[in-house]
């Protein structure tokens, strides 16, 4: 009888083993996901930050502006004004050299809710100008949340 109880704590042990392993195994994976994850989100947030402005200063693009505008932003631009922001690009021309965009992806927590906030300086011949926008990925695919430009201020 001593033998058989003896037995049974040994295959016990051997599946408490098995299973934390397996625990630790999953929490390993999920850990992997969410940094790969965050890493990710921050290369493309980058991209779509540099591609925005681009697309937007340099191209004039007014479909590529009102196809990315968050909801809010909607408000704030409706089409006719989105017509009028790119005019101001197009009467200004391109401009003078590369543009050089500055700016990084932040999430609201650890994970999840990233927002960037992106600025270029521009060169054109009627004198400099800035641009910032705003980005987001709230759910499905990046945003522009803000977006100004203005004459450049001394500095």
Known sequence: MKNLKMNSRSDSSGQVLVILIILLGLLGAGAWWL??????????????????????????DVKFFGDHLSPQAR????????????????????PVGSVDVQGD????????????????????PAGP????????????????????FAPATAQ
């Open 75 to 94: 408000l704030q631009f409706p089409p006719s004004m989105q017509q009028q922001f790119i005019a101001k690009f197009q009467e200004l021309g391109a």
């Open 35 to 60: 940094f790969s994850n965050k890493q990710a989100m921050t290369t493309e947030g980058r991209k779509f930050g540099r591609e925005a402005i681009q697309r937007i200063v340099v191209q004039h």
């Open 105 to 124: 992806i932040l999430f609201q927590s650890h994970f999840f809710e990233p927002r960037g906030n992106f600025h270029a300086r521009l060169n054109y």
């Open 129 to 148: 100008y800035e641009i910032n926008i705003s980005v987001s990925h709230p759910v499905g695919r990046w945003q522009i949340d803000d977006i100004s």
